[in-house]
């Protein structure tokens, strides 16, 4: 497992945009496939994107597409989340998930929450209309 940790939520006026970043501990980062996932208040928890530990290959949720990009940096052991054109259904609790460690030649990026086992204590994003 690695340890994660979330940063760069907020409060936001709809149209704008975020930039959350996630810092992971330990080794091998290359080897862990990452992605976020957001709890709504009242709502399930939900994917909303991921990316393999190697770049590439990315995948996101439906309704995040064209407005949410996904990226990492291994050399600094972070990934980011890209937000823009934010709107108040974006409005949740963003957590950042690892999962692996995986073969380097990894392509697959799971949706399935129980398929990631480490994961950060959140960040939170509120975005007003």
């Known amino acids: 497992q690695v340890q994660l940790v979330e940063s760069g939520g907020g409060l936001v006026q709809a149209g704008g945009s975020l930039r959350l970043s996630c810092a992971a501990s330990?080794?091998?980062?290359?080897?862990?496939?990452m992605a976020w996932f957001r709890q709504a208040p009242g709502k399930e928890r939900q994917f909303v994107a991921g990316?393999?530990?190697?770049?590439?290959?990315?995948r996101y949720q439906d309704s995040v597409k064209g407005r949410f990009t996904i990226s990492r940096d291994n050399a600094k052991n972070t990934v980011f989340l890209q937000i823009n054109s934010l709107n108040p259904d974006d409005t949740a609790v963003y957590y950042c998930?690892?999962?692996?460690?995986?073969?380097?030649?990894?392509?697959?990026?799971?949706?399935?929450?129980?398929?990631?086992?480490?994961w950060g204590q959140g960040t939170q994003v509120t975005v007003s209309s």
């Open positions: 990316i393999t530990g190697n770049a590439r290959t990315t």
């Open positions: 330990g080794r091998l980062f290359t080897g862990y496939s």
């Open positions: 998930v690892a999962r692996g460690p995986l073969p380097i030649t990894n392509i697959y990026v799971s949706s399935l929450e129980g398929q990631y086992d480490s």
